[in-house]
């Protein structure tokens, strides 16, 4: 064939090919930034040295055991130099995340402890050995007993049967207030103080009196309904109805029972129909009630307790509560019984009495709403005897709080080290409960602990087998030589209402160490014995909820301690409401880490992040949050639970408190730290596009095509992946904010 005469030069010149950075990750401005400094010293560098530089790396390249060479002078960020355009693990290759072997022993390290933003605060000095002050909600040591309030005998013995000598501050308040008067009254007290008895009480007590009155007609289930309490969950009106059970034991004439949502409707009107003289209900079921049925005769009721007052306000039952009121007021009071038996024993008028720890504007228009000329009764009795707002709602003094400042990157392993080294004690059984912002978080984090290879569950919770199958497991990472078995439990409001109550009575039940990882659907008025720790993951909404939820623990005059997890910056102004209730202490994440890795790390999982004999607390440290991020690579269940998690923790930052927002800036959260908190190497897209779905579809006419409301959908959520997720935060965070700070509309 002959030559065309073509000549092709292939001449690259003596010169080096320019090596080619990619940046990726941090603000697309530091991006850009990093990529000129790159192309201008490529350019210096190509006149003068003649070879190209074999040993230089890109600032993003992961650094390895055994390479120490790298060359980061080009790469200068912005003030926000912290970014994850520099954080570990984010940009291996492929090939080296899925198969090791390629790299062979020279294993990617995550790199915990280096570029973490600084502590902005002076930490207090740690205190050696916390010794607790007189406690502020035991019962009183000079009353003599319930006795002394001239409640019945048979009532102060049923009392001594459940451990209860002596009455609390507030209930020498309570108790004899309603025994001897026909008023409303607001009860304020902190939590753990027995504000349950201290209602409950005089209300059977004068209840029992009208079967003594000498002619001869007795009280039965069938006289009518005397009083009515209403709570906020589900959770604490089954507790509600639990203790008043015990308190009516002796007295089988007197009949008690609980309406709440997720159980049949059918039966409690079956129950209601067959009559009752307490009942103690949620405020939806209850409005369902009054509206449906008939047999629901409400003319005996002479006294309407509206329990967490401030609770029932926040989660919005203000038109429920004020149907249950106003039908009260609509109905005449009835003086003698079907059966002839004479109420002149009881109150001649309804009396309401609301229980509230705070004070909030809610709550008194919930007071304006239910109350007439009301009592205020207190623990600590201000000057005057009317309603206030210079009454702080305080943590129990005995409490021990504590508070540990966690850069993001570090939480998840810090938090696995401070359980560890709280299950190491020795001697006693250890219950504990960890608050977490929202439903995904707790699905994450219980999946993350538990041990996916054991499902036997020990003797001591094997009731309802088939409800906690999901919900009980036993824990891994955790355990130590001192509690081998430590049994995990979670539970938020998306669970059925059989399931979380089955798995409240297992963790309440449990001999075993346990813990409980919860939303704040626990964090009122629940009464579990023996917890020694309340643990807050994620800040509570409002400096309200932080109270409820440390109340978990510290009660009845019993010490407890309770740690907050904080991150460095704005968050750290959070401190100074921690000391308008108790002064709290720090601690080191530091010295968190080396006490809880102290003893030997055992994973449930093989991975290649294995640790090793002599390795020191940071080592262990980074070797676990490797391990935990090639789980989650291996395990798709798990990896979609963390991506969840994250955007759902993002979506409930945003709904802290107006007053408190300034403590918690949305649009300071580093969100490739947070990533790694949830055992994630990039933080997913489309944390927005749930709000836009939402927003798409109370907009959208009943007219419109279901298959063009798709398509808008997916296109708007394709278009929140494409968009930085710092910017998608900052404009849906305005529609997160008016939300009221709850998980009921985070989910």
Known sequence: MAEDGMLLNFELGSGPLKTQVKFKGGRWRDRKRAERSANLAHTRSSSSVPQA???????????????????????????????ACRDATTNVPHQHKSDPAIKGNRQVISRLFSFNPAQTTESTKEEEEWKAPQPSNAPLTDVASFGSLTLSTRLVDALAKMNLKRPTAIQQKVIPHMLSNSGDAFVQAETGSGKTFSYLLPILHRVLMLSGQGDGKQIHRDSGIFAIIVSPTRELAKQTHNVLEQLIRPFPWLVSTAITGGESKKAEKARIRKGVNFLVATPGRLADHIDNTKALNMGTVRWLILDEGDRLMDLGFEEDLKKAIDALKKISIVNITENGTSLDGL???????LCSATMKMNVQKLGEMSLADAAFLAAEKSDDDTLNDEVVHKAPAQLHQTYIIVPSKLRLVTLTAYLKSTFSRRGRTMKAIIFMSCADTVDFHYELLRNPDDTELPTSVQKHKELIEKTVSKAAYIASPASPDVIIHRMHGSLS??????????????????????????????????????????????????????????????????????????????????????PPSSQSYENVLKTGFMNKLEFPVETTATPTDGQSYHDKAESLQLHFEQRLLNDTKRLELARNGFKSHIRAYATHTREERVHFDITQLHLGHIAKSFGLRDPPGGIGAGIDRKANKKGSAKSRNRHSSSKDDNISSAAVDQKPAMDIIKQKSKMLMSSAADEFNIG
Request: glycine share 6%.
């Open 347 to 353: 109150p001649e008028r309804r009396v309401t009495i």
């Open 497 to 582: 209402q059989s399931v979380r109550t089955a798995t409240l009575k297992s963790f309440s039940a449990c001999k075993s160490p346990s813990l409980l990882i919860t939303t704040d659907v626990s964090s009122r008025g629940l009464d579990i014995p023996s917890v020694d720790l309340v643990i807050e993951y994620d800040p509570a909404f409002s400096f309200d909820d932080h109270i409820h939820r440390v109340g978990r623990t510290a009660r009845a005059g019993r010490s407890g301690d309770a740690t907050l997890f904080l991150l460095p910056g704005s968050e750290e102004g959070y401190i100074e409401l921690l000391k308008s209730s108790s």
């Open 53 to 83: 530089d074999d040993s230089f790396r890109s600032s993003k390249r992961q650094r390895t055991h055994d390479d120490t060479s790298g060359n980061y002078a080009t790469y200068t960020p912005g003030p926000r130099a912290d970014r």
